[in-house]
C-alpha cells in the first residue's frame, strides 16, 4: 500500500509537472481554442472553451488565446486615421467611427446571418490579431466609403438620411465579418467634418436660410390657426347666447305652462272639496232633519200626557203620529 501511495503521488507530480511545463492559462475574459499540429485529430477545434490550464505540447498540440470581451477599432482623426468619404459633388469629408466587435466562441446563426467559429478565424486570418484588426478594417472601410458616397454633402445634416446609410453598412459589414468569426455589436459614427470649411460654412448657412424660413412659414401658419381659432371662437360665442336666450324663454314658457296645470289642479280640487263638503252638509242634514221629529215628539210628550183626561176634542191623545202630521211633521 506504501508503494502504491508513492506511485500515485509521483504520477501526479509528473502530471502536474508536465502541465505546469506545458500547459497554457486562459486568464478571465479570453477563451481557449486547441490545435493539434500532427497526427490523428489535426486541425483547429470548431468551438473554444472558457478561462483555465489548457495542455499545450510543443511541436504538437497549441492554444491559442482568443478575448471574449468587447473590442472597439476606431478611424480617429487624431491618430491620422480618420474614414475619408467623397460625397457627391466630389467633397471630402473626414469621419470618426466606432466599431465594436467581439468574436464568437463557437459557431452561431443569429436571425439570418450565420457566424463561424473560432477555427474560421485561425484558418482564413491566421493567429495574428494584427491580422484580424486589420480585416475590420478593410471591411469597416470599403462599405461605410460607398454607403456614404452616396449622399449629397448636405445630407450629412439629415439624421434620418445619415443614419439610414449608416445602418446600410452595418448590416453589410455584420455579414462579412460573420464567416471569419467576428460578430459586430455596433458601428458607432462619432463625428464628421468637411475637408473645406467653407463648404461647412456655406451648408450652415444654407441651411440656416432654410431654417428661418420653415419658421417663417411655421409662425404664418400659427397666425393663420389662430384666426381661425378666434373666429370659431366668437361664433361658438354668438351660439352659446342664442343658446342661453332660448332656453331662458323655453324656461319661461314651461314655468307659465306649469302654473297654469298647478291653477287647474287646484280649481279641480277645490270643486272637490266643495263637492264633498255639500255632500256632507246634506247628510247632516239628513241627519238633523230625522233627529228633529223625534225631539218634537219627545217635547210634546208630557203636554200630550196632560190631555189624558180628553180636553181636546178630536183628537187622540196617544196618537202621536197624528200630532206629528198634524203639526207638519212627518211619520218615522
Known amino acids: 500500500m506504501r508503494q502504491l501511495l508513492i506511485t500515485a503521488i509521483l504520477i501526479s507530480g509528473l502530471v502536474s509537472g508536465l502541465f505546469l511545463a506545458f500547459g497554457a492559462i486562459v486568464p478571465v475574459g479570453y477563451f481557449g481554442v486547441a490545435q493539434v499540429l500532427w497526427g490523428p485529430g489535426q486541425g483547429v477545434a470548431e468551438k473554444g472553451g472558457g478561462p483555465g490550464l489548457y495542455l499545450a ?8 488565446i482568443i478575448p471574449e470581451t468587447l473590442k472597439a477599432t476606431d478611424f480617429n482623426r487624431q491618430k491620422s486615421e480618420a474614414l475619408e468619404i467623397t460625397a457627391a459633388e466630389g467633397v471630402v469629408l473626414d469621419i470618426d467611427i466606432t466599431i465594436l466587435t467581439r468574436y464568437m466562441r463557437e459557431g452561431i446563426k443569429i436571425g439570418e446571418v ?8 485561425l484558418q482564413t486570418l491566421t493567429s495574428d490579431p494584427r491580422n484580424w484588426e486589420e480585416r475590420i478594417r478593410k471591411v469597416v472601410q470599403s462599405h461605410l466609403v460607398k454607403e456614404f458616397g452616396g449622399l449629397k454633402p448636405a445630407q450629412f445634416y439629415d439624421v434620418t438620411i445619415r443614419d439610414a446609410a449608416l445602418l446600410r453598412g452595418e448590416k453589410k459589414i455584420k455579414k462579412d465579418l460573420a464567416p471569419h468569426g467576428i460578430f459586430v455589436e455596433a458601428v458607432l459614427l462619432r463625428r464628421y467634418t468637411y475637408r473645406d ?6 451648408i450652415f448657412n444654407k441651411n440656416l436660410q432654410e431654417q428661418e424660413q420653415r419658421l417663417k412659414d411655421t409662425a404664418s401658419a400659427l397666425a393663420d390657426v389662430k384666426a381661425q381659432l378666434e373666429s370659431v371662437d366668437a361664433e361658438w360665442d354668438a351660439k352659446t347666447r342664442t343658446l342661453r336666450i332660448q332656453g331662458e324663454n323655453e324656461a319661461k314658457v314651461i314655468r307659465s305652462e306649469a302654473a297654469r296645470i298647478e291653477a287647474e289642479k287646484m280649481a279641480e280640487g277645490d270643486l272637490l272639496v266643495a263637492k264633498a263638503e255639500a255632500e256632507v252638509d246634506k247628510a247632516k242634514a239628513a241627519v238633523l232633519s230625522r233627529g228633529g221629529n223625534m225631539y218634537v215628539a219627545r217635547e210634546f210628550t208630557p203636554f200630550i200626557e196632560s190631555l189624558r183626561g180628553g180636553v181636546v176634542r178630536e183628537i187622540n191623545p196617544y196618537d202621536l203620529s197624528g200630532w206629528l202630521s198634524n203639526l207638519g211633521g212627518q211619520k218615522q
Open 114 to 121: 450565420e457566424f463561424s467559429g473560432p477555427d474560421r478565424l
Open 57 to 64: 505540447i510543443p511541436f504538437y498540440r497549441k492554444v491559442h
Open 197 to 202: 470649411d467653407r463648404i461647412d460654412e456655406a
